[in-house]
Nanobody
Framework: QVQPVESGGGSVQDGGSLRLSCAVS????????MGWFRRAPGKEREFVAA????????YYADSVKGRFAISRDNAKNTMFLQMNSLKVEDTAVYYC?????????????????WGQGTQVTVSS
């Protein structure tokens, strides 16, 4: 599968901000949503945010609501994750996919749809 390319990660202090970008050219024509997952050290991948293809409705994990904002630029096939008020617990590798869907309330994506990820490190 064509994999997206994440960028924009880096190292910031607690309370800082970062904006991640995800180039998703050649995404599935009938994708339900695009979105972001992350994997923190010693933990499994977890859902972060999604944006619907049909109407740009957005969805967020409880842990990031009010701090993160997902958006996209359809003309450029790019989506973004604006991360504000970052916390140490946000430290993770962030992955994007152009092929998210929901099954029984859970956000899922084909394993091959993820990019290589971008590292976000938040220090106190």
């Amino acid at each position: 599968q064509v994999q997206p390319v994440e960028s924009g990660g880096g190292s910031v202090q607690d309370g800082g901000s970062l904006r991640l970008s995800c180039a998703v050219s050649e995404r599935p024509a009938e994708s339900y949503a695009m979105g972001w997952f992350r994997r923190a050290p010693g933990k499994e991948r977890e859902f972060v945010a999604a944006i619907r293809e049909s109407d740009e409705s957005t969805y967020y994990a409880d842990s990031v609501k009010g701090r993160f904002a997902i958006s996209r630029d359809n003309a450029k096939n790019t989506m973004f994750l604006q991360m504000n008020s970052l916390k140490v617990e946000d430290t993770a590798v962030y992955y994007c996919s152009a092929d998210l869907n929901q099954r029984q309330g859970r956000w899922l994506a084909p394993l091959g749809s993820w990019g290589q990820g971008t590292q976000v490190t938040v220090s106190s």
